[in-house]
C-alpha cells in the first residue's frame, strides 16, 4: 500500500466548543513522510506541531497538542477522518487554538476529504504491526486498553457510566471500510449534571444542542435547568422530562459508544504510522488513549525497522529455483532460501541455518556460530536480488560489494535459527552503483546490521 495525501486543499468553517470563536482550518496536501502537521498561522511565525503523541499536554475534555507555549485542542475528530481514510500526509492550518466542532462529529471533515479526493503518492506505507499484547490500565477510573495483534485496524470499544440513559454501550470496527458511514457521523456527547463544571472551568462556550448530544438523567430543580439553558443559549425544558434534549433524533442507538470509538482512532492517529491490530478498550478516554499511544511510540523509537513477519505458509515472492536464476552463487554459498516480501524500496529474504552448514565444521567445532562476514555475505545477496530483478536479462549482470560500514553483531547466530534479512534502498540506483541498509533478524531480535554499497555489473 502506498502512502497517502490529499489531492488538493479544502477549508471548514465552524464555532469552536471550548473558546466559541469562529475558527477557519485549511487542510492541505503534503509530500512523502511528511506526516500530519498543525500550523497556528495566527501567531508570529506560523510555528508547526507535529501531530503525535508525546506532543499531546492536556487530554481534558478532548486531545491538546502542543510546542513551547503554541497549543492546538480538539484535534481529534479530524485526526479521526485523516487516519480511516488512509492519509498520511497532510499540512493543517488553523487560526486559533482549537479545531472546529462542526456538528461534534467527524462526517464533515470525511466529505470535504471525498470532495477533493485522495491521491496516492511513490512511497509505500510504513505500518505498526502488533505482535504481542500491549496494555494500559487506570485504577483511578477502571479504564483499560488492550492492543493484540489482528491482520486490520479493528476496535472494540465498551463505555460504562452511573447512568440511566445510557448505564453501558458497546460499538464494534472490524475495519475502517465501515468507518464513514457507521462511526464517522457519531456525536459527541455530555452530560448536562457536568455543564456547570465544564463553564466554570471555561469550557464548552460554543457548545449547543446542534454539535452535541446532551443527556439529561439526573433530575435538576426547574431554576437550575433554566439558568444552564440561558446561558448556554438552548430553549428551556421542563426539569420533569428526563433523556436526551437534542430536537435531532441520535443517528444510531449506541451513538455515544461509536463516538468514543471515533475518539480512540483520533487519539491512536497520533502514533504517526497505521496500526495493524486490534484495540480492546473499557471506559475509553483521551487520558488513557494517549497513554496507550506513547507507549507504541516508545516501542517505534526503540526498534529502528519492525521484524518483518514471516508466515512460512505464504508463498515466497522468490523461491530457491528462481533465486538460482538470479544470482551466480552455488553451494557452498548460496546463502538465500527464498524472498518473503519485496517492495519498490525494501525485499525481505530467509535463510534456514541448519546444523548442516560446512562452516560449522570449524567454526567451532565445539559450538557451533554463523560467522559474522557470512551473514553480511547473506544479507548483500538478499540486496542483489532486489537489485537484480529490476533490470531486463538479470541473469547477464553480477553485484560486487564496494564498500561495507556500521557493521554490527549483536547476537549469536546458531544451528537451528532462521534469519530473516531486511534490505532497503537509502538512495535511488545510479549508474550501476547501489547503497543499502541491511537488518537480520531472529525472530523479533536484531542480530547483525550493515549499510553497504554495491556496483552492478555485466557479466564478461
Not at 12 to 21: N, S
Not at 265 to 293: C, E, F, S, T, Y
Amino acid at each position: 500500500m502506498k502512502q497517502r495525501t490529499i489531492q488538493e486543499s479544502f477549508t471548514l468553517r465552524g464555532i469552536g466548543l471550548h473558546t466559541g470563536f469562529d475558527i477557519e482550518v485549511t487542510f492541505n496536501p503534503a509530500p512523502v513522510d511528511h506526516g500530519v502537521k498543525i500550523k497556528r498561522i495566527d501567531l508570529e511565525g506560523e510555528p508547526v506541531i507535529d501531530a503525535l503523541a508525546e506532543n499531546v499536554v492536556n487530554t481534558q475534555r478532548g486531545t491538546v497538542i502542543g510546542k513551547n507555549d503554541v497549543t492546538v485542542s480538539t484535534i481529534e475528530h479530524a485526526l479521526s477522518a485523516l487516519y480511516a481514510l488512509g492519509i498520511d500526509n497532510c499540512l493543517v492550518e488553523v487560526n486559533s487554538a482549537e479545531f472546529p466542532i462542526l456538528d461534534g462529529s467527524a462526517i464533515e471533515y470525511v466529505k470535504a476529504i471525498r470532495k477533493v479526493g485522495i491521491k496516492e503518492q511513490a512511497k509505500d506505507k510504513d505500518f505498526y504491526v502488533v505482535r504481542k499484547k500491549m496494555e494500559v490500565t487506570d485504577p483511578e477510573t477502571g479504564s483499560k486498553l488492550t492492543l493484540l495483534p489482528d491482520t486490520d485496524f479493528c476496535i472494540n470499544s465498551f463505555i460504562e457510566f452511573d447512568s440511566r440513559i445510557i448505564p453501558n454501550q458497546s460499538a464494534t470496527m472490524d475495519s475502517v471500510t465501515d468507518y464513514e458511514t457507521e462511526i464517522a457521523p457519531a456525536r459527541t456527547f455530555v452530560f448536562v449534571r457536568e455543564i456547570q463544571q465544564l463553564r466554570k472551568a471555561g469550557l464548552i462556550k460554543g457548545g449547543n444542542l446542534d454539535n452535541a448530544i446532551v443527556i439529561y438523567e439526573r433530575r435538576l430543580p426547574q431554576e437550575e435547568l433554566d439558568e444552564i439553558a440561558d446561558a448556554v443559549n438552548v430553549p428551556r425544558h421542563d426539569a420533569n422530562e428526563l433523556g436526551y434534549l437534542n430536537n435531532r433524533e441520535l443517528e444510531f442507538p449506541n451513538e455515544p459508544a461509536r463516538h468514543k470509538l471515533l475518539d480512540i482512532i483520533g487519539d491512536m492517529a497520533l502514533v504517526g504510522k497505521p496500526i495493524k491490530g486490534r484495540v480492546i478498550a473499557v471506559r475509553p478516554g483521551h487520558k488513557i488513549n494517549n497513554q496507550l499511544a506513547r507507549l507504541i511510540r516508545r516501542d517505534i523509537k526503540l526498534n529502528e525497522v519492525q521484524p518483518p513477519i514471516y508466515d512460512v505458509y505464504t508463498e515466497p515472492v522468490m523461491d530457491n529455483i528462481r533465486i538460482r536464476e538470479l544470482l551466480p552463487h552455488r553451494y557452498p554459498f548460496l546463502m538465500v532460501d527464498k524472498v518473503i516480501q519485496m517492495t519498490d524500496t525494501f525485499i525481505v529474504g530467509v535463510k534456514n541455518t541448519t546444523t548442516n552448514e560446512p562452516f560449522f565444521v570449524g567454526h567451532f567445532p565445539q559450538e557451533p556460530v554463523m560467522p559474522g562476514v557470512l551473514q553480511v555475505e547473506a544479507m548483500a545477496q538478499v540486496g542483489g536480488l532486489f537489485v537484480l530483478s529490476r533490470l531486463d536479462e538479470p541473469e547477464r549482470y553480477s553485484t560486487y560489494f564496494l564498500k561495507i560500514d556500521n557493521v554490527k553483531f549483536r547476537h549469536k547466530v546458531v544451528p537451528g535459527d532462521t534469519l530473516i534479512f531486511r534490505v532497503e534502498l537509502t538512495s535511488e540506483i545510479r549508474r550501476g552503483i547501489a547503497t543499502m541498509r541491511g537488518l537480520a533478524f531472529i525472530g523479533d531480535k536484531v542480530v547483525s546490521e550493515a549499510d553497504f554499497t554495491a556496483q552492478i555489473i555485466k557479466n564478461k
